[in-house]
């Protein structure tokens, strides 16, 4: 009894921070995000750095920084100069990681606290980023409609 009640309690937590999020249309993402663009990625960089956490304690901060090649502007941008999203990467933390060569269309907004849930009441400079209760995606033959609904609005 007390191994069963102690396997549903873990396995509610576990739930409980994992990323969870609904679906969203197309419409309202593109609303919500301050850039949206169809990009390829040109470049990763994985950055791992020793910070304060809230109670005083010092943990890594990891996080990636993917650089993409503009192909198509959808919204915020004023040229097609290469653009860097940050992320932790992680899909636990409801991060994106990006496939070096790939192309994605990305729904970002700008941020300015630290990514990782022990940081989260920390700033920093603002910077843009997604994530997985966005719509961003990599781009597949069936996301061409989204393509034509994003030039249209």
Known sequence: ???TLLLLLTLSLNTAIACSCGRVSIFKNFKK?????KGKVIEVKE?????QT????AAEYRRYEFTFEVLNRYK?????????ITTTGSGSDCGNYF???ESYIVYAY????MLTRQFIDKTTDEFLTTNLCTRTKKVKSWTVFESLVLDII
Do not use: H
Request: a negative charge; zero cysteines.
């Open 1 to 3: 009894m007390k191994l």
């Open 33 to 37: 995000s301050d850039t949206v663009f």
């Open 47 to 51: 950055i791992k750095t020793t910070e």
């Open 54 to 57: 809230t109670a005083g304690n």
């Open 76 to 84: 915020g941008l004023k040229s097609k100069e290469p653009v860097t």
């Open 99 to 101: 496939d070096l060569g």
């Open 110 to 113: 700008n941020w300015d606290t």
